[in-house]
């Protein structure tokens, strides 16, 4: 007996333990019912072994068959995880290097961003970039759309290899005429009772949580509502309806009515991380060298 089965053959049981029926299992095959149960016949002839009994209208799992489906799920995951490598690798040597970052990242990168996009980097091809929420620029990492990302750290899937590049403290952006307006600087217990103004949870869970609950270990409990961006935020404060906690890089922002106070906490800040699939850092070693050299280059990664 030839020992070697088939990836479609395989595929064939498995739609038939699923659906436990013939005629589903045909429609979802998108094949004759006839056509199937030749198939399987074939199989189990060549396996010297039942793998089905067969019921009204119903089948079920003989103990050999029971075996045999771990297996050929493993196999047929395999095959395709296969062809899903080796398509991404295909995508990843043409076209534009495609790059994802999130609107939050340290707006000292931005610039180096846009100027790769407009005037392209020290590589042989162009630089696509993409925006989006660091959960979207992971999945897409992951799914092999993009080739790599810079998102808000902590990052914490184990197919990604990530690095800090930028790093800073936080500021609270406050009306001109708040009481927390007269100190020299604030502290997360500041925060207490406070209206503050925040990026949605949606945007980045773990930074949020890992933020929010440094800030109620403080003993602070601020009544927090959700804004679009930073300089929503900041609009809305000028208008005297509460605070924002910002990066300290939006001080740069001139804005009437606002004051931005130092936040003393060394652990409210925000850190910016450039990421790719573990997998595919050889195939990208070049162009990874050279965007960690320019980003490392910005010195941002300091307090």
């Known amino acids: 007996m030839d020992g070697?089965?088939?990836?479609?053959?395989?595929?064939?049981?498995?739609?038939?333990?699923?659906?436990?029926?013939?005629?589903?299992?045909?429609?979802?095959?998108?094949?004759?019912?006839?056509?199937?149960?030749?198939?399987?016949?074939?199989?189990?002839?060549?396996?010297?072994?039942?793998?089905f009994t067969r019921a009204?209208?119903?089948?079920?799992?003989?103990?050999?068959g029971k075996l045999f489906i771990p297996e050929a799920q493993a196999s047929v995951q395999h095959a395709q995880r296969a062809f899903e490598l080796a398509r991404q690798q295909a995508q990843m040597e043409r076209g534009p290097l495609r790059l994802g970052y999130s609107p939050y990242v340290h707006s000292g990168l931005v610039p180096v961003l846009q100027r790769w996009q407009i005037q392209g980097g020290s590589w042989p091809r162009r630089v696509k970039l993409e925006s989006g929420a660091t959960e979207t620029i992971v999945e897409r990492v992951l799914g092999g759309s993009i080739h790599m990302g810079l998102g808000i750290l902590p990052i914490a899937d184990e197919q990604l290899w990530a690095t800090r590049v930028a790093r800073e403290q936080f500021c609270l952006c406050v009306p001109k005429n708040h009481g927390l307006a007269q100190k020299a600087s604030v502290s997360a217990k500041d925060l207490d009772g406070e209206k503050v103004f925040w990026f949605p949870r949606t945007v980045h869970p773990a930074f949020y949580d890992q933020t929010m609950d440094y800030i109620h270990g403080q003993g602070a409990e601020p009544v927090l509502y959700e804004v679009g961006s930073g300089t929503q935020a900041m609009e809305i404060v000028a208008h005297g309806f509460g605070v924002t906690l910002l990066p300290r890089s939006f001080t740069h922002f001139a804005r009437t009515g606002i004051v931005f106070k130092v936040v003393t906490d060394l652990f409210l800040r925000i850190e910016t991380g450039f990421f790719v699939r573990r997998e595919?850092?050889?195939?990208?070693?070049?162009?990874?060298?050279?965007?960690?050299?320019?980003?490392?280059?910005?010195?941002?990664?300091?307090?």
């Open 4 to 51: 070697t089965i088939s990836l479609e053959a395989q595929k064939f049981v498995l739609a038939l333990a699923r659906e436990g029926n013939f005629g589903r299992a045909a429609k979802k095959l998108h094949i004759t019912q006839p056509a199937l149960t030749r198939k399987l016949g074939a199989l189990e002839k060549q396996l010297g072994v039942k793998l």
């Open 56 to 64: 009204y209208h119903h089948l079920e799992l003989t103990a050999a």
């Open 280 to 303: 595919h850092r050889d195939l990208l070693q070049n162009e990874m060298e050279g965007v960690l050299s320019q980003l490392r280059g910005l010195q941002l990664n300091v307090e």
